[in-house]
């Protein structure tokens, strides 16, 4: 995205976030003392409450986190679709579709490893998650239990993916690479594990605005971080101050798969709000709805909340 574009965007959406004041949208929650989020720990993944809503602006599913005094995740319930359509999606543990995942920490804080049980995935899954100092993830492998079993542990589990990321800092992601497979050697950690996506991020020198190019592909030199990648989407993230977020803008490429043309398509917009300098929720939006207006939220289509 160039400058120009970029710098219109965050003009527009400067307007936006202020005449939005203090009012936003969502529902207030109520939160117990081991609910709040203490803020210790990066915000993105450890949200209270995420909620996914569908076409009618109807509650689809959701995650709820419980997170312990010091503001790690001790546990999280997610509620998905029922399977018979007449059951309502209360939010709860009653729930006729749900995935428990349970948290279990080293002593120094710096890997976790989650326990799934769910009440209706004969194929779960669980991962094993190695932290840097500043708690960004820098290695996630995720297991899943294996068909007809509805409870995953990372000891009893089959390695399905790799996600590693290097950090600048310990804090900046600058390059995340997702292996979806060993390759034909049938071992990890080898150079013909199969790749799965990549995410390259640059970040400008404040640190305010960051830039990912998410590509799903290779192109025709099947070498990954060519200029024939194929490029799904790109995200510009907007900090208010450092690692605090203000609103991202995801970008659909178009068909000719270049950064910067005119058949670039927003895709989806987010915005962050906070209340006593704690970050509130955050909402994605999906279209900017029968206005054709990004920054009149009211009548976007909200694709989910996410609670803090
Ligand atoms: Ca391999
Ligand atoms: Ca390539
Ligand atoms: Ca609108």
């Known amino acids: 995205m160039s400058k120009i574009k970029l710098t219109t965007i965050i003009g527009v959406t400067a307007v936006a976030l202020s005449a939005c004041g203090s009012g936003s949208s969502g529902t207030p929650v109520e939160k117990d003392d081991r609910q709040t989020n203490s803020g210790k720990t990066y915000p993105h993944w450890v ?5 996914y809503y569908g076409a009618e602006g109807e509650l689809t599913s959701c995650i ?10 001790l546990s999280t319930m997610s509620s998905n679709p029922p399977t018979d359509a007449e059951q309502p999606l209360l939010c709860s543990d009653s729930d006729q579709n749900t995935n428990f ?19 209706y995935d004969p194929n779960t899954s669980c991962q094993k998650v190695t932290l840097s100092s500043k708690n960004m993830p820098s290695r996630i492998e995720t297991f899943t239990s294996g068909s007809g079993n509805y409870s995953c542990s990372v000891q009893d589990g089959f390695l399905f993916s790799v996600q590693e990321t290097m950090l600048e800092n310990e804090l900046y992601d600058t390059l ?10 049938n071992e990890w950690g080898t150079d013909d594990d199969v790749i799965q996506a990549r995410y390259d991020s640059t970040w400008t020198s404040d ?19 060519t200029s024939d990648d194929y490029i799904s989407s790109v995200v510009d993230m907007v900090f208010k101050e450092d690692m605090i977020p203000d609103y ?13 043309t005119d058949d670039d398509l927003i895709t ?11 970050i509130k929720n955050h909402t994605a939006y999906g279209s900017p709805g029968i206005d054709g207006n990004w920054e009149t939220t009211s009548d976007n289509y909200k694709l989910y909340t996410v609670f803090y």
Do not use: C, H, M
């Open 47 to 51: 949200p209270y409450l995420t909620e």
């Open 207 to 225: 640190k305010l605005i960051k830039q990912t190019v998410n590509r799903l592909g290779a192109g025709t030199d099947s070498i990954w971080g």
């Open 101 to 119: 995942s349970e948290y279990t920490f080293n002593n120094d804080r710096s890997e976790f490893e989650t326990n799934g049980l769910s009440t």
């Open 176 to 185: 995340t690479i997702l292996y979806a497979g060993a390759g034909l050697d």
């Open 248 to 260: 991202s803008i995801t970008t659909y490429l178009g068909l000719d798969g270049v950064i910067d």
């Open 64 to 73: 709820r986190g419980d997170i312990d005094s010091e503001g790690y995740l």
């Open 268 to 278: 989806t917009y987010t915005v962050f709000t906070y209340e006593n300098g704690a």
